[in-house]
């Protein structure tokens, strides 16, 4: 089992910066993957980034250029470094890791860009 907590999300204006954490606990050796997604209300939950054990990063259209995902495996940590913050951005942040026998989630981090 995969225990996953976030944290690192406020409210911020629009073109603000955030670095949102994903500390992990249990069984972390089976991991393989770990991302973020977002979910605003009413919509659906979509992929933001994720990141291999090997480094390969994969990043939605909307975010390629402003969000940086990284791993700190010493730590059993996953950031997201979100940059040149939108309104379109407000959303629950999810932390996901996936590997055998694991698909676990986080609890979810509030993001709200707004004057």
């Known amino acids: 089992q995969v225990h996953l907590v976030e944290s690192g999300g406020g409210l911020v204006q629009p073109g603000g910066s955030l670095r949102l954490s994903c500390a992990a606990s249990g069984t972390v050796f089976r991991i393989h993957t770990m991302g973020w997604y977002r979910q605003a209300p009413g919509k659906q939950r979509d992929l933001v980034a994720n990141i291999t054990n090997g480094g390969i990063t994969n990043y939605a259209d909307s975010v390629k250029g402003r969000f940086t995902i990284s791993r700190d495996n010493a730590k059993n940590t996953l950031y997201l470094q979100m940059n040149s913050l939108k309104p379109e951005d407000t959303a629950v942040y999810y932390c996901?890791?996936?590997?055998?026998?694991?698909?676990?989630w986080g609890q979810g981090t509030q993001v709200t860009v707004s004057q």
């Open positions: 996901n890791a996936w590997g055998i026998a694991v698909r676990s």
